[in-house]
């Protein structure tokens, strides 16, 4: 009973530290809207003069190393969970289910946004989580085809219905 227990309290642990994770990047990453964006780009240019080229580039890269960094955390709290003695065998399968997971997620993102990228936008940047994708791609506008095209590529490559594929685009 005690045991059982201690299982699902680690098990619960880990669920609720990546869905934190994922929480914590996205409303660290609110601008995404238009809206939003526009107002963190004059905040960009004011302090950092930075051209509009320039603010995208760094969305991007900036959105990628959050995204690393989130899941490096992910997995050094997986990892504290495996080499921890008083772990049962349960919870360190579940954490190394976990890390194989995100290996995963990442090898699929990474596929996503170069496969978006050979399509002819300039810049795409991809989250899988929870059997759901959202992803950002660097264009004016999207109109149905593009969406269309970049859902056809998300599906190919992971098992997610597209009605569970958001598609933003960032100016």
């Known amino acids: 009973m005690v045991f059982r227990k201690k299982q699902l309290t680690l098990i619960m642990l880990a669920l609720l530290i990546c869905f934190a994770g994922y929480l914590n990047f996205m409303s660290e990453n609110s601008f995404i809207s238009n809206e939003a964006s526009e107002s963190y780009m004059g905040e960009a240019k004011l302090v950092g003069n930075m051209g509009e080229d320039s603010y995208e580039t760094d969305f991007f890269s900036r959105a990628r190393l959050e995204r690393e960094s989130g899941r490096s955390k992910s997995i050094e709290t997986f990892n504290e969970i495996i080499n921890n003695e008083n772990t049962d065998v349960t919870s360190k399968e579940t954490a190394q289910r976990g890390i194989l997971e995100m290996a995963d997620n990442t090898e699929t993102e990474t ?5 978006i990228k050979a399509r002819g936008f300039a810049d795409a940047v ?11 791609v660097k264009a004016e506008s999207l109109d149905e085809m593009q969406v269309s095209i970049i859902t056809e590529i998300v599906t190919e490559q992971t098992s997610i219905p597209p009605e569970k594929i958001k598609v933003v685009e960032i100016k």
């Not at 596929?111 to 496969?115: K, V």
């Open 111 to 115: 596929a996503i946004e170069n496969l």
């Open 126 to 136: 991809c989250y899988i989580n929870n059997s759901q994708a959202n992803v950002v």
